[in-house]
């Protein structure tokens, strides 16, 4: 069974730039899950979703990220423009649901802001 | 407040002796569910062991068991037996299932080291 795929592994911009990020969640995962996690830290909940609609985006900073799952499968995460701060590991999880059912991980984005 | 709290930032342990890691909990919801994730330096997230709210038995997956109070609300992961490869960052995680729409929320996390 293929795992979760994200894309790119790494990847270094300067601030105000803006940058995106891919995830293929594993086949018939109805949950995607977008975690940020700065050194140090454990991993914060961006945004989950189910299917292709928005469960809970709460702590996502919406002046500028922006996320989307078109047609409930793949999905972007966008930072425009991005600050020093948002430098960190950006993963992305996928779950069968909502209840038991644990979360496979992608080996994540290292994006550092310079 | 915090909703899961692992109060030890870094743990050593000798080869093959046991190690506890501590984590507490907090929630108002009935049905909820308790996740061990353990992250190597390599940055992977790897999923250790879970243990539901109505589950009457602590789990158990090899090496490691979960030790849950919920009276005290406490999901301890035991690890018995340490191994060099053990050390790595581990996670504790909590998803509620009817108020917070089954979102996973990590705690700080444990590092961990077995010393040879």
């Known amino acids: 069974e293929a795992g979760v795929a994200q894309s790119p592994r790494y990847k270094i911009i300067e601030k105000r730039q803006s940058v995106a990020f891919w995830c293929n969640p594993i086949?018939?995962?109805?949950?995607l899950y977008w975690y940020q996690q700065i050194l140090g830290q454990g991993p914060k909940l961006l945004i989950q979703?189910?299917?292709?609609?928005?469960?809970?985006d709460s702590q996502l900073p919406k002046d500028r990220f922006s996320a989307e799952r078109l047609k409930g499968v793949d999905s972007t995460l966008k930072i425009q423009p991005a600050k020093l701060e948002d430098s960190a590991v950006y993963l992305c999880a996928s779950s069968l649901g909502t209840g038991n059912e644990k979360l496979f991980f992608g080996s994540g984005t290292q994006l550092s802001v310079l | 407040a915090q909703k899961i709290t692992q109060t030890q930032p870094g743990m050593f342990v000798q080869e093959k002796e046991a190690v506890t890691l501590d984590c507490t909990y907090d929630t108002s919801d009935p049905s909820y569910g308790l996740f061990w994730y353990k992250q190597p330096s390599s940055g992977e997230m790897i999923f250790l062991i879970y243990q539901g709210s109505y589950d009457q038995q602590n789990a158990t997956e090899g090496r490691y068991s979960l030790n849950f109070q919920k009276a005290r609300k406490s999901a301890n992961l035991v690890i018995s037996a340490s191994q060099l490869g053990d050390s790595a960052m581990y996670f504790c995680a909590m998803r509620e299932i009817y108020n917070q729409g089954g979102k996973l929320i990590f705690g700080q996390g444990t590092e961990l080291s077995v010393k040879p």
């Open positions: 979703f189910q299917n292709n609609g928005v469960v809970d």
């Open positions: 086949s018939g995962h109805a949950t």
